[in-house]
């Protein structure tokens, strides 16, 4: 992995669906992984910031776990709303920091 | 507290015009950042600035410039706009260490015609 991607690109639930999104990232000289949730007319705003192989975070029906080694991380989102939809960014810190291109989330009522 | 304010909000140019979008915060933050925002391709960096006095390349530098005009304002130029260069423009922030998350401004949206 050369850059930090991200998938799926795009996806539709249900409300009360559980869902979850990858990120992928070099695996090389880590400092940190930041999730942001994107609003449509809003800025991004900070999920999570992780720096530690195996941290788990969590905020209400929001989780991300983190693995350096093989370089990835996994947002969960438990029990889908309509206010979740949203974009969600993962970002890998270096001295910049470089956005992947995003999982668009959508939530049906 | 303002956050992270950036001007303006819209503006459209012709092809070959310049402008410079400001940029500035209040939170004493070191690092600050531009990007740019296109469909389907996420945030992408533009330049960065780590400290004041310093300024670096991101991803995608060409057709801009910038200056760290002091600790709290961090400005973005487009010399000769084209319309490759319509997009959404955020400026963001943070402190020092990794562990600190960026604060966004509420975003530029720029058309070249």
Known sequence: ?109 | NAGVTQTPKFQVLKTGQSMTLQCAQDMNHNSMYWYRQDPGMGLRLIYYSASEGTTDKGEVPNGYNVSRLNKREFSLRLESAAPSQTSVYFCASRGTGFNEKLFFGSGTQLSVL
């Open chain 1, 1 to 109: 992995i050369l850059n930090v991607e991200q998938s799926p690109q795009s996806l539709h639930v249900q409300e009360g669906d559980s869902t979850n999104f990858t990120c992928s990232f070099p695996s090389s000289n880590f400092y940190a992984l930041h999730w942001y949730r994107w609003e449509t007319a809003k800025s991004p705003e900070a999920l999570f910031v992780m720096t530690l192989n195996g941290d788990e975070k969590k905020k209400g029906r929001i989780s991300a776990t983190l693995n350096t080694k093989e370089g990835y991380s996994y947002l969960y989102i438990k029990g889908s709303q309509p206010e979740d939809s949203a974009t969600y960014l993962c970002a890998r810190v270096t001295g910049k920091l470089i956005f992947g291109q995003g999982t668009t989330l959508q939530v049906k009522p």
